[in-house]
């Protein structure tokens, strides 16, 4: 058994463990009820919500799948961010696709 994924909360952490398993590959969760100890147990990746493959010639494939996860991830986060109209100058938050003020596309 390997540790392959630290997550920062129980819900992401099975997110992932369904995207490890739907590739065929067999994990299993640990640390899940440290998680309700938070505040009283320093965070630590011993104490962390933690992914393991249980068998470790699959770990790349594994990594890989998280990869795609973490990237996916870094690009949405990044969308969510603020963004300023080039046709009038107003600023609009980054769940929008077109300016709330001149309704132009976001480019």
Excluded: H
């Excluded at 990746?45 to 990237?71: G, H, N």
């Amino acid at each position: 058994m390997k540790k392959v994924y630290i997550a920062r909360d129980i819900a992401e952490l099975y997110y992932v463990k369904g995207l490890v398993e739907s590739q065929g590959i067999a994990c299993k969760v640990i640390n899940e009820n440290l998680y309700s100890l938070r505040g009283e147990l320093p965070v630590t990746e011993e104490t962390a919500p933690t992914l393991c493959i249980l068998d470790d010639s699959q770990f790349a494939a594994a990594r890989e799948v998280i990869a795609d996860y973490e990237k996916a991830n870094r690009e949405t986060s990044t969308d969510t961010a603020n963004w300023v109209c080039k046709a009038c100058g107003e600023e609009s938050e980054g769940q929008f696709s077109e300016c709330w003020n001149c309704l132009t596309p976001r480019t």
